[in-house]
Nanobody, 122 residues
Framework: VQLQASGGGLVQAGGSLRLSCAAS????????MGWFRQAPGKEREFVAT????????YYADSVKGRFTISRDNAKNTVYLQMNSLKPEDTAVYYC????????????????WGQGTQVTVSS
């Protein structure tokens, strides 16, 4: 599976962005998907995850109620809708595929996209 993340950019605090992650390969619908982020000088951290069917989702406390993960298996794409953005959301966002259930651990995910930069100005 190859993953291509897009949709990042510069936005003011309080604004919104929608990230997309397009996957190649026929097995996309069998994988759980996750979004992670990494700010400069910090470790990569979990953001959100969705099961293979889309029936289960899980979020980091820091984004709960503001971000929504979803997927369209017919389009081989997973999305991250980000609302009420804060400066502390600034990071490179990565999508990942692995397992088939939800997971917040980087070790679950076998495939990673290249990342897309999100910058939130105050």
């Amino acid at each position: 599976v190859q993953l291509q993340a897009s949709g990042g950019g510069l936005v003011q605090a309080g604004g919104s962005l929608r990230l997309s992650c397009a996957a190649s390969g026929r097995t996309f619908s069998s994988y759980g998907m996750g979004w992670f982020r990494q700010a400069p000088g910090k470790e990569r951290e979990f953001v959100a995850t969705i099961s293979w069917s889309g029936g289960s989702t899980y979020y980091a406390d820091s984004v709960k109620g503001r971000f929504t993960i979803s997927r369209d298996n017919a389009k081989n794409t997973v999305y991250l809708q980000m609302n009420s953005l804060k400066p502390e959301d600034t990071a490179v966002y990565y999508c990942a595929a692995g397992g088939y259930l939800i997971s917040s651990s980087t070790t679950t995910f076998d495939y990673w996209g290249q990342g897309t930069q999100v910058t939130v100005s105050s």
